[in-house]
């Protein structure tokens, strides 16, 4: 079988490349949505944190330290990659609601591609 490709002005779509790049862009939607949220909550007030962060964070070592708030300084993360993928995996716990419904319609768009 052929491989359908669809022409548009100056641009030729091959629809295999195409729906993966799709899909990159889904996935890369997802992880700046998820991005967001957290910058979201970080910018509400100085040193804030999000409830998935705080979930994220939360030890027993934290509860334990005699200044928690010295304690998070001392054992941040250099990134945040591990933290967005925890806000994705943990997506339908997101207040406020628009992060959460934004997350679920990009990962029904990216079911569908």
């Not at 862009?25 to 998935?52: F, N, V």
Request: glycine fraction near 0%; charged fraction near 30%; proline fraction near 4%.
């Amino acid at each position: 079988m052929d491989d359908i490709v669809l022409r548009m002005d100056d641009h030729v779509f091959d629809l295999d490349v195409d729906t993966l790049s799709c899909r990159e862009s889904l996935i890369d939607c997802i992880i700046y949505t998820a991005a967001q949220y957290i910058q979201h909550w970080r910018r509400k007030e100085s040193g804030s944190m999000c409830p998935l962060e705080i979930e994220f964070m939360y030890c027993d070592e934290f509860e334990q330290a005699d200044d928690p708030r010295q304690w998070l300084k001392d054992n941040m993360p250099e990134t945040d990659n591990n933290l967005i993928l925890y806000v994705i995996d943990n997506y339908e716990e997101m207040e406020p609601c628009n992060y959460k419904v934004q997350i679920h319609a990009l990962f029904n768009m990216l079911e569908h591609t």
